[in-house]
């Protein structure tokens, strides 16, 4: 454990650096060209900071619950530094964490799983050149799934889940097929989330209505902006072939609906990560950090197969490079030349990217995993 820290906290330290004295200078500092969210983060930070309330006094678009946790880089300086440091730490913590978790059921395979998803191209980029908070979500996104197969009791699962949703939206994957499970405890479980969430939620409702059911309505629907990210969707509608967003989540919550019904007897690991895919593939609003929480995922469980392992990097890779040029020609627009080019490109790798995705579906609905066994 202390030698996988130490590795994990000289690498991204690397990494800080090589972006602190070189990239940062070169791309962050120009605002046409910043590909970091900080100057939000710092925003929402110092209305929390102010005694202000999110949702009415600041534009917020996030759950509620990531803000309060951007807080201390924002104490500390708010510096790219201070960021960079602060989201480095969580992503050592969820390397540790894969370990410290799995390596009761087999050390040799937990060492490599969180080796493997230390070295992803995703994992390396996320909290330092990227500068993004899925570094935090990630972690308190595959928290619960580790706990509950370290036996830390079930309670705790939809406890922890139930944060994460509010934390950032992915953790909501977590919770249903965890339900189907414990059919004989669902009351239980469904009064935790719903007390908790109420807690969470309430004074936003009360206080702040507007904005709060707005930024639902964002997360949830797609609305109140253009749309962004690198998903194929988003890639196709700059070339103006446009489905409408609520088409494709319609779709999205339809066939995730029908893995429920199909598949609600495949142990959980296998069932969330179905229907984590179905999420990719269809989800017209995906941005380049949040394959984080597939591959957080999707690592552990799949480490036994090099072949499956390998295209997941193939997956970092090609994503890796459609932000590129996605920032460039779209989100910044800061490049023109060679747009009739490297846009069909981008297109071609997500396109490459989801056939990996509905590869990797089929098999993991047709083999046996070491994760794949009942809690």
């Given at each position: 454990?202390?030698?996988l820290?130490v590795f994990a906290v000289i690498t ?9 004295f070189?990239i ?5 500092t120009?605002?046409s060209t910043?590909h970091t969210d900080?100057?939000l983060?710092i ?10 309330l999110?949702?009415?006094d ?5 759950p509620p619950?990531?803000?309060y ?5 924002v104490l500390f300086?708010?510096s790219p530094?201070?960021?960079?440091i602060?989201?480095s730490?969580?992503i050592?913590?969820t390397?540790?964490t894969?370990?410290?978790f799995?390596s009761?059921?087999?050390k040799?395979?937990?060492r ?7 070295f992803?191209p995703?994992?390396?980029?996320t909290p330092?050149l ?5 570094s935090i979500?990630v972690?308190f996104?595959?928290?619960?799934l ?5 036996g830390?009791g079930?309670?705790w699962y939809?406890f922890?889940?139930t ?15 965890f339900l189907?499970k414990?059919r004989k405890?669902?009351v239980?479980?469904?009064?935790v989330?719903t007390?908790?969430s109420?807690?969470i ?8 209505f507007d904005?709060?059911t707005?930024f ?6 797609g609305?109140g ?7 194929l ?8 072939l ?5 088409v494709?989540i ?6 995730i609906?029908a893995i429920?019904?199909?598949?609600h007897?495949?142990?959980l690991?296998?069932?969330i990560?179905?229907t984590?895919i179905?999420y ?7 941005h380049?950090?949040y394959f984080?929480?597939?591959?957080a995922?999707?690592i552990?469980?799949?480490?036994e197969k090099?072949?499956?392992?390998m295209l997941?990097y193939?997956?970092s890779?090609l994503s890796?490079?459609?932000l590129l040029i996605?920032?460039?020609y779209?989100?910044w627009?800061?490049?023109t030349e060679?747009?009739w080019?490297f846009v069909?490109?981008?297109i ?5 990217v989801?056939m990996?995705l509905i ?6 609905l ?10």
């Amino acid at each position: 454990m202390k030698k996988l820290v130490v590795f994990a906290v000289i690498t991204l330290s690397l990494l800080i650096c090589l972006d602190v004295f070189f990239i940062d200078k070169r791309v962050n500092t120009d605002p046409s060209t910043d590909h970091t969210d900080n100057s939000l983060y710092i925003e929402r930070a110092k209305t929390i900071l102010n005694g202000g309330l999110l949702y009415r006094d600041v534009v917020t678009k996030t759950p509620p619950l990531i803000n309060y946790l951007l807080v201390p880089p924002v104490l500390f300086g708010a510096s790219p530094l201070a960021f960079e440091i602060y989201f480095s730490f969580f992503i050592v913590l969820t390397v540790a964490t894969i370990y410290y978790f799995l390596s009761s059921m087999d050390k040799k395979l937990a060492r490599l799983a969180a080796m493997a998803f230390l070295f992803l191209p995703t994992t390396l980029a996320t909290p330092t050149l990227c500068r993004q908070d899925e570094s935090i979500v990630v972690f308190f996104f595959i928290l619960p799934l580790l706990m509950l197969y370290r036996g830390k009791g079930k309670i705790w699962y939809s406890f922890l889940s139930t944060i994460g949703v509010w934390i950032k939206m992915h953790s909501v994957f977590l919770l249903p097929p965890f339900l189907i499970k414990e059919r004989k405890d669902i009351v239980k479980h469904i009064g935790v989330i719903t007390f908790l969430s109420l807690i969470i939620a309430l004074p936003f409702l009360i206080l702040a209505f507007d904005g709060f059911t707005w930024f639902l309505k964002f997360y949830l629907l797609g609305e109140g902006e253009e749309l962004q990210g690198i998903s194929l969707w988003r890639l196709l509608d700059a070339i103006n072939l446009t489905i409408p967003s609520l088409v494709l989540i319609s779709l999205m919550g339809v066939a995730i609906l029908a893995i429920y019904i199909k598949f609600h007897h495949m142990p959980l690991w296998k069932l969330i990560l179905l229907t984590l895919i179905i999420y990719f593939l269809l989800y017209p609003k995906i941005h380049y950090e949040y394959f984080l929480m597939f591959f957080a995922l999707s690592i552990p469980y799949m480490i036994e197969k090099k072949r499956h392992i390998m295209l997941l990097y193939s997956m970092s890779i090609l994503s890796s490079a459609v932000l590129l040029i996605e920032q460039r020609y779209l989100d910044w627009g800061v490049m023109t030349e060679g747009k009739w080019f490297f846009v069909p490109l981008a297109i071609l790798a997500m396109i490459a990217v989801d056939m990996v995705l509905i590869y990797l579906f089929y098999h993991i609905l047709k083999e046996r995993f070491w994760l794949d066994e009942e809690i």
